[in-house]
Structure formats: structure tokens, C-alpha cells
């Protein structure tokens, strides 16, 4: 263990998964957070960003030109090194870190505001001691935007995910098809409920944990679609190891834990070709990597990237998504897709436990961390 103290600031509706990094590094030194601060379910944050004041909070960000400037605690005063995630310290002088999912995190992923502010932020990234990045392709449209004299500070760490395919469990009688989350339109459930009626078999299943909207369920004439709302992390992590293909035909994302979980979990993927998305699904090794309906790549750094992050969530769902319009083609395209897991999904799920091993480990996060706090 090192002698290191590191100061995580992190508060109680900050997302579990950065609850996870402050969990697993305890070992590797001291953590310090601030005071009356604790992990909550995500579910209990998603409802509670439906109450008025976190949304009139969430529209002021969305709408005003902001930094993210973070006052810091007296307690950090006694780390050695501070940990963000997307944030700026204002009050410190402790050589910090800032974790990013996009680079237009530290404006509140409003890139009108990142663009106005850009020369700013690049001078508070100058006296960083290191910059982390969720996924390669978070990195490489970092150095897109700031260039490369930023790269011999900028490291890639995945988030941390537990080993859970040791638990799996496959069901012989029934395929099990998964998909979870929070915004069933946004995340393609409806394309997905039309493609899976359409395919006939009576061994395949699909399980739904997400707020479906009741008259899409007085619809559903299908005994083998059972709908739950959303469950728990922990039960939802219970349940993986049982599901043999996780589906998500998602028109917008960053990085995708869900995703990241269901591959340690040993299941086959599913799931739309978004940003980080494909450094986890490996196009007809563990799963299938479904074209974006109307999104085209960018060139981020001499990666071609299916860019979304350019718009803020809300705006994006503004812009595409608020009518009543069905993306035919990614239907199609899923059709294909549960057809060909019917007889591929036990290979996929073998490259998943490899693909895990390789790139995304509990012994790869740890070692990688250490190497960013060193």
C-alpha cells in the first residue's frame, strides 16, 4: 500500500460507478471524501432528478454558459492528491486529476459553453497532473479538440467491473435476451419490441427492466416479452450471469456501465455503434455492432467515431426523438441480430469473458490506476 492520500470529491447522487473507483482503491491508499456524502441506488437518483429542483438545476446547466468549478472541503487539505470527475478545483493547491466520459463534461456537456470556454479550460488542463479518460474514444476526441501536446498526461482507465461471469448460469430450455434502462424510447426499446415479436421462436425470451409506457404494454400481445421496471444495480448484477444476450439499441450515449457489466457478466452484446460503444462490442465476435439509424462518423483524432456527444441529452432528444417516429432501419437491423443470437449467442458469450480478460479486468483497472496515481 502507498503512503498516498488521495481526496475523491464525490457527493451521494454522484453515479455508482464512481462510487465503485473510491471502493476499489481503498486498498491502494488513503481515501478521503467529503463529510455526510454515501453511494445511492441509481434508481433513487434517476427519480430523484424528476423532482423540481434538480431539474430546474439540470435546465439552468443545460441552457447557461457554466464551468464546472467545484469548491473543495477543508478536508481535502490533507491529501496528497485530488480526484475529479469532470470538475475543477478552484480552492486548491494539490496536484489534481480529472476524469472525463466526453470532453465536454467540465461545461456540463453543453458544447455551446465548451466552445466559448475552451481557451479557459485548456489552461486549467495545463496545471493538471494527469488527465483520465473513460474509454479510448473519450481520449482521442479529447486530443481532437486540445491537440497533442496534451497526450503524454492523458491515460485511458474503463471503469472498474467486477468479474461476474464466474457465476454464470445458462439456461438450455430458453435463450435469454436483457435489455435495461432508464428511457425506454431513447435507448431503441421500441424498435426492439417490434423486432423481437417479429421473430418466431418459441425458445427465446426478452426481459425488460426499464419505464415502459403503459400503452405500449396494453399492446403486447407476447407471453414471452416480461416487463419489470428498472431494478437495482445489485439486482440487475444478480441477474446477468442468467441472461445470455444483453440488448442496446441506443440512439445516445457516452459509455455505457450497463453495457460493460452485462460483457463481465459473460453475456453476448447488442448494441448500437455510439461513441465508446464499440470498443465493448466487438462486431461479430461477441455480439452484433448495429449502425447508428442517422448519425454518421466524425474523425476524432484519425478514429472515425459516431459523435452524439456534441449535443447535450435533452437537446438531443429535442431534436430526434420527441415525435412519434419509428427508425425502421434499426428495426430490420435488430431482427437480424436476435435471429442470428439464436445460434451464435454461446460463441459470443465466449468472446466476452475473453474480450473481459483482455481490456477490462478488476487486475487491469488496478494496475492502471495505480500507474495514474503514482
Known amino acids: 500500500m502507498t503512503h498516498k492520500k488521495i481526496f475523491f470529491y464525490i457527493k451521494s447522487n454522484y453515479r455508482e460507478r464512481q462510487w465503485d473507483t473510491v471502493e476499489a482503491i481503498k486498498n491502494e491508499c488513503e481515501v478521503l471524501v467529503p463529510k455526510n456524502q454515501h ?9 430523484g432528478y424528476q423532482k423540481p429542483i434538480p431539474k430546474i438545476k439540470t435546465f439552468i446547466a443545460s441552457k447557461l454558459p457554466l464551468i464546472n468549478f467545484k469548491i473543495l472541503p477543508p478536508e481535502h487539505k490533507e491529501a496528497n492528491l485530488v480526484y475529479m470527475w469532470g470538475a475543477i478545483p478552484l480552492n486548491s493547491k494539490k496536484p489534481f486529476i480529472i476524469e472525463f466520459d466526453n470532453p465536454f463534461v467540465s461545461t456540463f456537456y453543453n458544447y455551446s459553453a465548451f466552445t466559448k470556454y475552451k481557451k479557459i479550460l485548456s489552461k486549467f488542463y495545463d496545471k493538471a497532473y494527469k488527465l ?23 491515460f485511458v482507465n474503463y471503469p472498474f467491473a467486477k468479474r461476474n461471469y464466474t457465476n454464470r448460469k445458462n439456461n438450455k430450455e430458453e435463450i435469454r435476451f436483457v435489455f435495461a434502462g432508464f428511457d425506454f424510447k431513447g435507448k431503441g426499446g421500441y424498435e426492439l419490441l417490434e423486432a423481437f415479436r417479429r421473430v418466431k421462436n418459441k425458445r427465446i425470451r426478452l426481459y425488460i427492466f426499464s419505464w415502459v409506457p403503459e400503452e405500449i404494454k396494453d399492446k403486447i400481445r407476447d407471453e414471452r416479452i416480461i416487463i419489470s421496471e428498472p431494478i437495482s444495480r445489485k439486482k440487475l448484477l444478480d441477474i446477468l450471469p442468467s441472461m445470455d444476450v444483453f440488448v442496446l439499441p441506443t440512439f445516445y450515449e457516452s459509455y455505457p456501465l450497463v453495457l460493460l457489466e452485462a460483457l463481465s457478466s459473460g453475456c453476448g452484446l447488442i448494441a448500437t455503434n455510439v461513441y465508446a460503444i464499440p470498443e465493448m462490442v466487438r462486431d461479430n465476435k461477441n455480439g452484433v455492432l448495429l449502425k447508428h439509424p442517422f448519425l454518421k462518423p466524425e474523425n476524432l483524432n484519425g478514429f472515425e467515431v459516431i459523435n452524439n456527444v456534441k449535443y447535450r441529452g435533452n437537446d438531443f432528444i429535442n431534436r430526434f426523438l420527441l415525435k412519434e417516429f419509428f427508425f425502421y432501419s434499426l428495426y430490420m437491423q435488430l431482427k437480424e441480430a436476435i435471429e442470428r443470437a439464436i445460434d451464435e449467442y454461446e460463441d459470443w458469450q465466449k468472446e466476452s469473458i475473453a474480450l473481459y480478460e483482455e481490456k477490462f479486468s478488476e487486475e487491469l483497472w488496478l494496475d492502471n490506476f495505480r500507474s495514474i496515481i503514482e
Open 132 to 154: 483520465t479518460f473513460m474509454s479510448e474514444t473519450a481520449k482521442n476526441h479529447f486530443l481532437s479538440e486540445f491537440g497533442r501536446a496534451y497526450e503524454h498526461k492523458c
Open 39 to 47: 453511494r445511492i441506488s441509481s434508481v433513487s437518483i434517476a427519480k
